[in-house]
């Protein structure tokens, strides 16, 4: 599959995001960025390698990988799956607190109901807007982007 969000963030994207739906799309070898990758799996199945350890992803739950990582994505054969990929560069994200806790926090996460619905409507919103350029519409992406992350880490924080 082509990765379009890839491509845009090649070309001088800070944020981008794409749905993809697919079946036997494995990677043989694990791959990095330069760039967060948010990978939310909206249904299948999914296997990823980060580093050295596997997980299993189900629908509703999201991975993330800092930037140079080594990860990758594969599933079983003829499962088919559909995914929202968010990729961002460091330098939006708003606070050096948030940085730190992303670049602490690779791996799997199951947020609970209520967070989940929230996570993916701000994931279809920095999918819909992102193809408009306008100043007013990047500082909206930059914002929703920085709601997204901290959605996240207040729910980690208040698991422990």
Do not use: W
């Not at 599959?1 to 990677?27: H, Y």
């Not at 690779?106 to 989940?116: A, D, F, H, K």
């Amino acid at each position: 599959m082509i990765d379009q969000a890839g491509i845009m963030m090649a070309q001088g994207s800070t944020i981008a995001c794409e749905r993809i739906s697919g079946v036997n799309d494995n990677m043989m070898k694990s791959h990095y960025h330069n760039y967060y990758e948010l990978y939310y799996l909206e249904d299948g199945e999914r296997y990823h390698m980060i580093q050295d350890d596997m997980y299993t992803m189900k629908p509703g739950e999201l991975i993330l990988f800092s930037p140079y990582i080594l990860h990758r994505s594969y599933g079983d054969e003829n499962v088919p799956f559909r995914r929202l990929v968010l990729y961002f560069h460091r330098n939006e994200v708003e606070s050096q607190e948030l940085l730190e806790a992303l670049d602490s926090g690779n791996g799997l996460y199951r947020p609970e109901s209520r967070v989940r619905q929230i996570l993916h409507q701000m994931l279809e919103t920095l999918l819909r807007e992102q193809n408009d350029y306008s100043e007013l519409k990047k500082g909206y992406r930059h914002t929703v982007l920085n709601m997204l992350l901290f959605a996240i880490v207040l729910q980690l924080h208040r698991k422990k």
